[in-house]
């Protein structure tokens, strides 16, 4: 079952860790990078780098200096302008900030596999989850399941062959 953070009913303008479901993570392909003006939640302002994507769906991402070394380490170019077209995967991490452990986006350290692989039960996209990409979580839902399936259909098809072991009284 899907769980609804608090911070989606604030309806930020920009990407944040509250976005994703625990251990989920997403490949983008970044539009541009720019300084903006940001609009904070408490109404004040400040310049930020900012990370658009391609993805009209998905919200811009304020890229902190963590990101930032990141993306230009995996592309080998601290040229924010040579950025764009390159693939991303972001995730949440757990951090030391402000005297506390919080949620925070971070980028893989690894430039992401373009190749995509569908779920057979439910047709959608499977997506990278628990620190394994997608081709990792297609494989193991091969081996032990007989067919790629995405994280949601492989609980679902876990489920059900635990409780037909019951039945059978395995």
């Not at 392909?29 to 009209?56: L, Y």
């Not at 693939?87 to 991490?93: L, Q, R, S």
Request: proline share 4%.
């Amino acid at each position: 079952m899907s769980h609804t953070h608090w911070k989606k009913l604030t309806n930020p303008d920009y990407l944040g860790a509250y976005a994703f479901e625990p251990g989920q993570e997403m490949t983008v392909m970044i539009n541009a990078v720019s300084r903006e003006q940001v609009t904070g939640p408490d109404g004040k302002k400040e310049e930020c780098i900012v990370c658009r994507f391609t993805d009209q769906h998905v919200k811009p991402m304020i890229l902190n200096v963590t990101n930032c070394k990141t993306i230009a380490k995996l592309y080998d170019t601290p040229y924010i302008e040579e950025w764009a077209g390159k693939y991303i995967t972001i995730y949440v991490a757990k951090v030391k900030a402000f005297g506390d452990v919080v949620d925070a986006l971070r980028i893989r350290n690894k430039i992401p596999s373009l190749e995509q692989y569908i779920c057979k039960d439910c047709g959608k996209a499977i997506t990278g989850a628990g620190g394994k990409d997608a081709s990792e979580i297609a494989k193991l839902s091969e081996k032990q399941y007989g067919r790629k399936l995405c994280i949601a259909c492989a609980k679902k098809e876990k489920a059900k062959i635990e409780s037909e072991e019951k039945e059978n009284g395995q």
